[in-house]
T-cell receptor, first 115, second 112 residues
Framework: DAGVIQSPRHEVTEMGQEVTLRCKPI?????LFWYRQTMMRGLELLIY????????DSGMPEDRFSAKMPNASFSTLKIQPSEPRDSAVYFC?????????????FGAGSRLTVL | GDSVTQMEGPVTLSEEAFLTINCTYT??????LFWYVQYPGEGLQLLLK?????DKGSNKGFEATYRKETTSFHLEKGSVQVSDSAVYFC???????????FGGGTRVLVKP
């Protein structure tokens, strides 16, 4: 398996522009997570889906952020409009929801810089 | 709510030295505990896990024991290598949950 695939790996944009980050989870996994990593705040869970349905979006910072999972093999995280404080590394992770301890597999991340 | 506290870094040590990274947690119920590692420019990788009290997780020479009485899950390795230089994250998952709560991460630098 190719693992969790994220794109783009790097994005540099200007304040006010729309940013779309993409994620392809591991085939067969039924949970998907979006995390944000910054020096100041560490790793923060933004939102997660079970079976393509958003379960907890309490970590989404504000209305400028939105996430979708139209099918089991694709998810997007959109920021519109972007601001410099959104600069961070955004990680997507997936897992197979089971009765045991679910192990999350992370993608390599998308590094976003908003100028 | 649930939280994880781990020692701040950076931790700098020489090759073959002993490594300990402290991790304590606050949670309701009986969570599962994890250590993830992040190498430069990469995503997080599972290093080891433990699902119940007194369980010991181990991998690549690293070990951690789930201590319910002290709510701790300290990571240890007896002899580190330069290739162990990375950021290490302690995390917990609620017993009936599906999301990880991470500590702040500890950067480890091993010098030859």
């Amino acid at each position: 398996d190719a693992g969790v695939i994220q794109s783009p790996r790097h994005e540099v944009t200007e304040m006010g522009q729309e940013v779309t980050l993409r994620c392809k989870p591991i085939s067969g996994h039924n949970s998907l997570f979006w995390y944000r990593q910054t020096m100041m705040r560490g790793l923060e869970l933004l939102i997660y889906f079970n079976n393509n349905v958003p379960i907890d979006d309490s970590g989404m910072p504000e209305d400028r952020f939105s996430a979708k999972m139209p099918n089991a093999s694709f998810s997007t995280l959109k920021i519109q409009p972007s601001e410099p404080r959104d600069s961070a590394v955004y990680f997507c992770a997936s897992s197979l929801l089971s009765s045991g301890a679910n192990v999350l597999t992370f993608g390599a991340g998308s590094r976003l810089t908003v100028l | 709510g649930d939280s994880v506290t781990q020692m701040e870094g950076p931790v700098t040590l020489s090759e073959e030295a002993f490594l300990t990274i402290n991790c304590t947690y606050t949670a309701t119920g009986y969570p599962s505990l994890f250590w993830y590692v992040q190498y430069p420019g990469e995503g997080l990788q599972l290093l080891l896990k433990a699902t119940k009290a007194d369980d010991k997780g181990s991998n690549k020479g690293f070990e951690a024991t789930y201590r319910k009485e002290t709510t701790s899950f300290h990571l240890e390795k007896g002899s580190v290598q330069v290739s162990d230089s990375a950021v290490y994250f302690c995390a917990l998952m609620e017993a009936a949950g599906n999301k990880l709560t991470f500590g702040g991460g500890t950067r480890v630098l091993v010098k030859p």
